[in-house]
């Protein structure tokens, strides 16, 4: 795992110290040995943890300069992309947001083992926007959902100026197309789509500027968001 995160840092353009590299290749390798007891992950092949989980999660860093800003990862599952952007970039102050409540005791239970502080929170994505509504520099998912539905999820969380990762693989522009009414009325404007090649599949991610606040009536309940979307 060690060897395929180092030998790929140099391709998306990141450098990391040695002790971080062996941080984030410790929280991989934790995600894989929780995953015999729990379902976190169908990608346990510790090379492709590097390049799939890690590496993939690390793109964040090269979209947005997340130094001293708060970012929430919304439906964070296993704690990706939330906790290796945490690891490489400590001074990040990271909410991960999942409604497993099983996955987010794990999470509780193992980030301190390993020496990464972030807020754990159990709730459902468009409960807690109440609580946090436009309080984010940045919001950022991973296989979540379509962008039209993902970006009511997430653009309440971000203040006007923030913006919104969301991280797509080969569909991401298809999906753009489909979410141009969603970005409209959520208050965002797309900024550009990053793209990172690894290990020969696409890995985008599409930044969406926050430049007006998004209408109060937003989030709408779950079945009502996916029943129809944006």
């Known amino acids: 795992m060690y060897e395929t995160l180092t030998a790929g840092l140099p391709e998306l353009g990141l450098s990391l110290s040695d002790d971080t590299a062996r941080q984030l290749c410790a929280f991989g390798a934790a995600v894989v040995k929780q995953n015999e007891v729990m379902n976190l992950t169908a990608i346990t ?14 793109t964040v860093l090269k979209a947005a ?3 001293g800003k708060r970012l929430i990862d919304v439906g964070c599952g296993a704690g990706f992309p939330g906790v290796p952007v945490k690891i ?8 991960l947001l999942d409604s497993l409540g099983k996955r987010m005791a794990w999470l509780e239970q193992i980030l301190p083992q390993l020496g990464v502080e972030a807020e754990c929170v159990t709730a459902r994505a468009e409960e807690f926007a109440a609580k946090r509504r436009e309080t984010y520099d940045f919001a950022t998912s991973r296989a979540v959902a379509r962008l039209n539905i993902l970006l009511e999820l997430t653009a309440p969380f971000v203040k006007v100026g923030g913006a919104v990762l969301a991280m797509k693989g080969s569909a991401a522009r298809e999906e753009l197309a489909e979410a141009k009414n969603a970005i409209s009325k959520l208050g965002l404007k ?10 020969g599949t696409a890995h985008s991610v599409i930044i969406l500027r926050k430049i007006k606040p998004t209408p109060p009536q937003y989030p709408r309940r779950y079945p009502k968001i996916k029943q129809s979307p944006l």
């Open 45 to 58: 092949e510790p090379a492709q943890v590097a390049k799939l989980h890690l590496l993939d999660s690390l």
């Open 65 to 67: 300069d997340l130094k």
């Open 88 to 95: 490489a970039c400590p001074e990040a102050k990271v909410t």
């Open 190 to 199: 797309l900024e550009t789509v990053e793209d990172f090649p690894i290990d």
